[in-house]
């Protein structure tokens, strides 16, 4: 008898550990890992029930090469980072590592500006490069996002320099990726700002902030401030009933602190234990 109970507890640990995580990873959060072992690292993400990722700062493999890894541990990517300056000034190559890899989405990650402060001059130089960037991808069936940092929440006029971003980039062209965090940095509401721009962030970053930390409008913050999900301030709970209201599509753990490894999974169990 206890060999059969044996058994079936093996049987019931191997079905946890195949099961399909609820969301997708931003393989940025193994960034150190995959520096150390591209190979291993990519099937420990498969072993965490992973099948979307996002692609972004994980090594110096081209596309065609990662496509195969991916491949290998039935990956699927869905988007990938781009730099400002290539989809100011190479769009064509952006273009074909997306194809390469298989990829729907784009995400521009950041805007250059002096120091801390965001200005009119920075915004409407974004909104010139990434509606004709976007505009590119889009005939060739890529769509691009553009990912805040929180430095986009400082005022403009009667608003903030997100609001002028999403009033003058054209939604056909070039839409959000929701990273909550990022939101919550310069003491936003992600919930609020989904039911403001509703079909605007087809993608989303969850990641939880550790409670205490202050506000910042820099977008830069200490990622040892990253915690588990469900165990910061963010409100991932609330998060994710409006997400799903308000049209995300694609959702991506990350995690930049050093205990991503052990982080990652726990945030998976949190987000599988959400009704």
Known sequence: MNRIILFLLLLASTAVAQKAAPVGIELYSFRKQFAEDMSGTMAKVRQM???EVEVAGIGNLDAPELRKLLDKNSLKAISLGASFEDLDSNVPKVL???KALGAKY???FWIPHSGDMFT???ADRA???LNTAGSLLAQN????CYHPHGYEFQTYKDGTFMDYLAENLDPKSINFEMDVYWVKSPGYSPVALLQKYPKRFPLMHLKDRKPGTPDSMTGHDDV???VTLGQ???GIADVMKQAKKSGVKHYFIEDESSRAMQQVPESIVFLNGLR
């Not at 069936?141 to 691009?144: H, I, T």
């Open 127 to 129: 909104v010139d490069v």
């Open 232 to 234: 910061g301030d963010v």
């Open 120 to 122: 009119i001059y920075d």
């Open 106 to 108: 784009v995400v521009c």
């Open 49 to 51: 029930g992973f099948r």
């Open 141 to 144: 069936g890529v769509s691009l």
């Open 224 to 226: 040892e401030n990253n």
């Open 96 to 98: 074909a590592q997306a």
